[in-house]
C-alpha cells in the first residue's frame, strides 16, 4: 500500500531528514490526493523528475504541518468531490504564499477559496479537447506547449470566469480550463495522462520554472530494487505464484526466477474463466516454475449461479480465487503467495493513497483485500501497465508476453451480462477467440492496448438460411491506451468489423447480431463491468 502522510511530529520529521539525506536532496514537494483515480500518475510522474514528493492526507494535514515542512511546491490532485461541497482540506494551505497547482478539483478548490464561483456545468466536459492558450503573456506554467495541444477533461463542475484570478487558457466549451493568482496555477484537465500530450513538460515548469527546484536524484533501477526486495522479504521461504499469462503475473514470474532458487516457487494457473490461449502462454514460459493447472471450472459456475450484476459476480469469483491459492499454498508449504496486482488494481478498487478524501470505488479487483491467511507478496503495486513492462523488458520478459493484451482478473465472469451459465461461458470463451484471430490475422492486434467481446442480454431476431428466430447481440470493444487509467475507443477499420462479425453469426449458432461499442475511458471503464 502507499504510504501517506497523515500528522508532522518530531518522529516523522527525523524519517523524512533522513530519507532527504539518502536522496542527496534539500528539497520536497507535497502532493494532496485527493481521490483521483490519476493521483498515482502524478507522483509517478514527479519521481520521474527525479524530485521527492510525499503523498499528504488532505483530511489531517493541516498548515501548520505544511509549515513544519516547507516544501517548495504543493500540488492538489483531482477528485470525486465538488469545491462547493467543502471536501476534507485546510484552505490555509492556499495563503501560504507557497507554488501551488491545483489539478481539476484542485484548481477548483483554491478558486472557490478566492472567492470564484464554482457550479455545475451545463454541458460537462469528458475526453480530449484543445487547448487554447490565452493572456498576452504566456504564463510560465505552459513555457513550451503549443497552441491546440490535445488534454484530457473529466469534470462536471466549471470555474466561472471573473477578477478572482487570471485565465490563461481555454477549452471549446470550458471558458475557465487554465488559470494563476500570485502563487496559485490550477488547470481542468489532467496532464498526468499520456491523452494530455504535453503533460510532463507542465510538470516540469511547475516543479523547475515556477517552484525553482534544483535537486535531482539519479532514479535507480527499479528491476533490481525489486529483486533485493523480494530477497528482504522472503528469504528462504516459498512462494506461490499465481500465474494468469497475462503481462503483470509474468513480469512477477521473471522476478522471481532473478530474486529465488528454483525450489522456492511454485506457480499456479487457474482454469475455468479464462481465454482460449491463456493455459498455451504459461505452459510455454512457465513450466520450469513447478507448474500447476487447476481446472476450477465447475467451482466457479456454482459460486456464480444466481447472481447478475457485474459487482456480485465479482464478489462470486473472488472467493474461489481465494480458496484455490490459499489450498495449493498449503501443498506446497508456502509461505507467501505472490500476485501481479497494480496500482490501477488498487486504487479502481477504491485503495491506494490512504486518505480521508472521498475515493469511488470503480470496479473490485480479484486481486485485492482478499486477506490471505499466508503473507502476500505483490512487487508490482506501485506501478501502472507500462511502468510494470518497462521492468519486464529489462529483465528480460519475452516481448510476446509483455504485449498481451491485459485480461481482467475476474476473466469472462465480466464480458457476460447477467448469470454466467455454461453455455454463455462457452459462447464468451468462443468470441473472444474469434475476435482475437481475427486481430492478429489483420495486423491490429499490437496496435490497440485492449479489446474484448461481451455476451449482451439483449436479443435480436435473425435469419439465417430459411430459418428465423432470436439471438445473442455481442458486444466489440477495442481501446488505444498506455497505462490503463485513460484510454480511447479505437477506431477499427470498417472492412475488418464486417469480417468478425459474419464469423462471429456464422460460427457461434446462438449468436444474431453484433455492435461495436465507441466510448472512452473516462466516462466508460474500459471493461464491461
Excluded at 141 to 163: K, N, T, W, Y
Excluded at 246 to 272: E, F, H, N, T, W
Excluded at 324 to 340: D, M, S, T
Aim: hydrophobic share 40%; glycine share 10%.
Amino acid at each position: 500500500m502507499i504510504n501517506t502522510l497523515t500528522e508532522v511530529t518530531p518522529e516523522i520529521l527525523a524519517e523524512i531528514e533522513a530519507e532527504m539525506k539518502v536522496r542527496q536532496t534539500h528539497e520536497v514537494f507535497l502532493l494532496f490526493a485527493m481521490g483521483s483515480q490519476f493521483d498515482r500518475l502524478i507522483k509517478l510522474t514527479l519521481d520521474r523528475l527525479g524530485v521527492y514528493c510525499l503523498v499528504a492526507d488532505p483530511a489531517h494535514v493541516t498548515a501548520d504541518d505544511v509549515e513544519r515542512l516547507n516544501p517548495k511546491g504543493i500540488i492538489v490532485s483531482g477528485g470525486p468531490s465538488s469545491a462547493y461541497e467543502n471536501p476534507p482540506f485546510d484552505g490555509a494551505i492556499f495563503d501560504m504564499g507557497i507554488p501551488t497547482l491545483g489539478i481539476c478539483l484542485g484548481f477548483q478548490m483554491w478558486a472557490h477559496h478566492l472567492g470564484a464561483k464554482v457550479a455545475p456545468a451545463d454541458q460537462r466536459e469528458f475526453g480530449t479537447h484543445k487547448l487554447q492558450l490565452t493572456g498576452k503573456v504566456l504564463s510560465q506554467l505552459f513555457a513550451g506547449i503549443p497552441q491546440g495541444s490535445p488534454v484530457l477533461q473529466s469534470h462536471g463542475d466549471r470555474i466561472e470566469p471573473g477578477d478572482h484570478f487570471t485565465v490563461i487558457a481555454n477549452t471549446d466549451n470550458a471558458p475557465v480550463a487554465a488559470g494563476e493568482k500570485g502563487h496559485l496555477y490550477g488547470v481542468q484537465f489532467h496532464p498526468e495522462v499520456t491523452a494530455t500530450t504535453h503533460g510532463t513538460r507542465l510538470f516540469e515548469n511547475f516543479v523547475f520554472k515556477i517552484c525553482s527546484a534544483r535537486d535531482r536524484f539519479p532514479a535507480e533501477d527499479a528491476a533490481e530494487r525489486k529483486i533485493q526486495e523480494i530477497r528482504d522479504q522472503v528469504g528462504d521461504r516459498k512462494v506461490l505464484l499465481a500465474l494468469s499469462g497475462g503481462s503483470d503475473s509474468s513480469v512477477v514470474a521473471y522476478l522471481l526466477r532473478k530474486a529465488l532458487q528454483p525450489g522456492q516457487i511454485r506457480a499456479v494457473y487457474i482454469r475455468g474463466i479464462d481465454r482460449p490461449d491463456d493455459e498455451r502462454f504459461v505452459r510455454g514460459y512457465f513450466d520450469d516454475l513447478d507448474l500447476v493447472v487447476h481446472d476450477a471450472t465447475e467451482d466457479f459456475l456454482e459460486a456464480l449461479k444466481g447472481h447478475t450484476t457485474m459487482k456480485a459476480k465479482r464478489v462470486a469469483m473472488r472467493g474461489v480465487y481465494k480458496r484455490v491459492l490459499e489450498a495449493e499454498a498449503k501443498k506446497f508449504g508456502a509461505h507467501l503467495i505472490a500476485q501481479g496486482t497494480l496500482y490501477t488494481d488498487l486504487t479502481e478498487s477504491g485503495g491506494g493513497h490512504s486518505t480521508g478524501a472521498r475515493k469511488a470505488q470503480i470496479k473490485l479487483h480479484h486481486n485485492t483485500g482478499l486477506d490471505f491467511d499466508y503473507e502476500e507478496l505483490t512487487p508490482l503495486d506501485d506501478c501502472v501497465k507500462d511502468t510494470a513492462r518497462a521492468i519486464g523488458r529489462s529483465i528480460g520478459v519475452p516481448e510476446e508476453l509483455l504485449v498481451r493484451h491485459p485480461f481482467p482478473g475476474p476473466g469472462l465472469v465480466v464480458r457476460i451480462e447477467g448469470e454466467v451459465t455454461a453455455e454463455r461461458l462457452h459462447i464468451a470463451r468462443a468470441a473472444d477467440g474469434i475476435y482475437l484471430e481475427e486481430l492478429r490475422r489483420a495486423g491490429l492486434y499490437d496496435s490497440v492496448w485492449q479489446a474484448g467481446a461481451v455476451v449482451t442480454h439483449s436479443e435480436h431476431t435473425y435469419s439465417k438460411g430459411d430459418d428465423a428466430g432470436t439471438g445473442l447481440v455481442l458486444a466489440l470493444w477495442a481501446v488505444w491506451s498506455v497505462n490503463g487509467f485513460t484510454a480511447e475507443s479505437a477506431e477499427l477499420p470498417w472492412e475488418f468489423l464486417n469480417a468478425v462479425s459474419r464469423r462471429l453469426t456464422n460460427e457461434i449458432r446462438e449468436v444474431a447480431s453484433v455492435v461495436y461499442r465507441i466510448s472512452d475511458k473516462p466516462p466508460a471503464t474500459i471493461e464491461w463491468g
